[in-house]
Nanobody, 123 residues
Framework: QVQLEESGGGSVQSGNSLELSCATS???????MGWFRQVPGQERETIGF???????SYTDIAKGRFSISKDNSKNTLYLQMNNVKPEDTATYYC??????????????????WGQGTQVTISV
């Protein structure tokens, strides 16, 4: 069964750190995986990705504050969020697709999505 499950969301104050996790099946873990976020009424935004080779990149949303990593022993993807700001408040999603490597910052390239985890940042 293909699945991704995010966890780690919650409410924190601005300036703090938060780590999101995305547990998945072995099939999807060894494919291109990304983190995205969405605010109701707005378009989904790309945060960054990491591929099967451990290569990745980030959009301007993440640079300097967010980082993506993987734990091979747990088939889990992580999003470390540092110095969070109120504008980071959103639902955060992980996604995976073996065919996303050719355009990995494009959310439309990902077929498999988690259910999302809510992150709320207060002043």
């Amino acid at each position: 069964q293909v699945q991704l499950e995010e966890s780690g969301g919650g409410s924190v104050q601005s300036g703090n750190s938060l780590e999101l996790s995305c547990a998945t099946s072995t099939y999807l873990y060894y494919s291109c995986m990304g983190w995205f976020r969405q605010v109701p009424g707005q378009e989904r935004e790309t945060i960054g990705f990491i591929n099967n080779y451990g290569e990745g990149s980030y959009t301007d949303i993440a640079k300097g504050r967010f980082s993506i990593s993987k734990d091979n022993s747990k088939n889990t993807l992580y999003l470390q969020m540092n110095n969070v700001k109120p504008e980071d408040t959103a639902t955060y999603y992980c996604a995976a697709d073996p065919a996303a490597d050719n355009d990995p910052l494009n959310a439309g390239r990902y077929t498999y999505w988690g259910q999302g985890t809510q992150v709320t940042i207060s002043v």
